[in-house]
């Protein structure tokens, strides 16, 4: 008996030891210059008198490497005597981000998006900046994302634009233009669950207006109408993401949905919800292949303005810009990215692609999405130039080929990867 009450202490002793033995004394952070100590320690779970606990250190790295302002992030662990420094290394990029689109108009002008964003403001992860736009009319916006703002857990977003475009409205007489402008301001509130859980909440005032220019009219569609609406916005995402540099592992869903009401009663409210599925895994040492799955319906109103578009810089590389629209939608997007030099501040990568979707029309049903004329299917081949000490540094240029029935080809160019 005396042997079992021994056999009890010792390992309570030995527990109790062993408790001791994984507090985290000292936590530093290394190699930060722009992106502040005190914002990287208050995004991050570990604590000085904690336990060490190396799933909680992988979190924290994954989490860091998100940031705009880290290109990569480690970390080590010291013992020290019974316990334990941690040291997290921070290798930061550059986050002033200029950004360029360039493409041509529907009636082959040219066409242009400049802007200037700045991602690590006051070292703290608060993205903001604006753009200017030349589509044929002028188009202007102010972001500003602090998702960080509160807590580790509670930010905000506030955005103010006013887009004005040139748009196509197919009707069954043909093809019109209208002048579309839309002036909105909206404010979200953000919220982190958890490190792969997120919730964004919050409201849109806009005002829409759509003025006739030329082509196709109908009876049943107005020249001008000038509303003012409320947008109701909520996404969810699930982040399950790891980065290493410019390559990408794992699995990311992000759910969108909006509910629409405009102050004149002749339109009715709407929703509309889409569903991006994206899914990255590491080829070798030197390849990257990239998939995203669009799933998107909206209320199915017979109406020529419907949300869901068919275009270019969107969802069919080569496509067109806007040449259809749809009430439902289903794309998919999957490339194989190769790198063919890397050295210590740029990347040159290739890219072979394939981007292929279908639309439901508007007041269709399910069965359009089989339908032939519906379908687009586009293989391409692509150029990435990226730097590697520039957040989003990535100039892309792709061709894609149309090979069903009615399709076009073109050139793509832009800034960050497609998806």
């Not at 947008?231 to 969108?256: C, M, P, R, V, W």
């Not at 149309?402 to 080809?409: R, W």
């Amino acid at each position: 008996m005396k042997y079992f009450w021994l056999y009890i202490l010792l390992m309570l002793y030995c527990s109790m030891s062993n408790a001791q033995e994984g507090i985290v004394e000292d936590f530093t952070i290394h190699g930060n210059k722009k992106l502040k100590t005190s914002f990287i320690k208050l995004i991050s779970d570990l604590r000085v008198d904690s336990p060490l606990d190396s799933t909680l250190l992988e979190v924290d790295i994954i989490r860091l490497k998100r940031l705009p302002a880290v290109r990569h992030a480690y970390y080590q662990v010291i013992p020290s005597y019974d316990n334990y420094e941690v040291r997290y290394y921070i290798e930061e990029n550059i986050t002033i981000n200029p950004q360029l689109n360039v493409y041509t108009t529907n009636d082959d002008e040219f066409a242009f998006r400049i802007g200037l964003y700045e991602f690590n403001t006051l070292g703290r992860n608060i993205a903001f900046g604006g753009f200017y736009q030349r589509d044929i009319f002028n188009s202007y916006g102010v972001n500003l994302r602090a998702p960080f703002l509160f807590n580790n857990k509670l930010g905000v977003a506030i955005n103010a634009q006013r887009l004005t475009t040139q748009e196509p409205v197919f009707l069954d007489e043909g093809t019109a233009d209208y002048k579309y402008s839309n002036t909105s301001f909206e404010i979200l509130g953000l919220y982190a669950i958890n490190f792969k859980h997120r919730v964004e909440a919050g409201v849109n005032l806009f005002n829409e207006k759509y003025e006739y220019l030329a082509g196709a009219t109908s009876a049943g569609v107005p020249q001008e109408f000038n509303v003012d609406k409320i947008l109701l916005k909520g996404i969810y995402e699930y982040n399950a993401l790891d980065y290493y540099y410019q390559y990408i592992s794992g699995f990311k869903s992000t759910f969108n949905v909006q509910h629409v009401m405009a102050n004149d009663r002749r339109l009715p409210d709407f929703t509309i919800w889409w569903n991006d599925f994206q899914y990255y895994t590491r080829v070798g040492d030197k390849g990257n292949w990239a998939n995203r799955l669009r799933v998107g319906l909206a209320s199915n109103a017979d109406s020529p303005f419907a949300p869901f578009s068919v275009d270019n810089n969107l969802n069919i590389r080569g496509v067109g810009n806007t040449i259809d629209r749809g009430t439902g939608v289903i794309v998919i997007n999957t490339e194989y990215r190769h790198t063919l030099v890397d050295k210590e501040s740029f990347v040159l990568q290739g890219n072979v692609f394939v981007d292929a979707g279908s639309w439901r029309n508007p007041g269709g049903d399910f069965d359009d999405f089989g339908d032939d004329q519906n379908l687009r299917v586009y293989p391409g081949l692509g150029l990435r130039f990226t730097h590697k000490k520039i957040f989003n540094a990535t100039f892309r240029i792709d061709y894609g080929y149309g090979i069903t029935p009615n399709s076009t080809s073109g050139f793509v160019f832009g800034v960050g990867q497609y998806f």
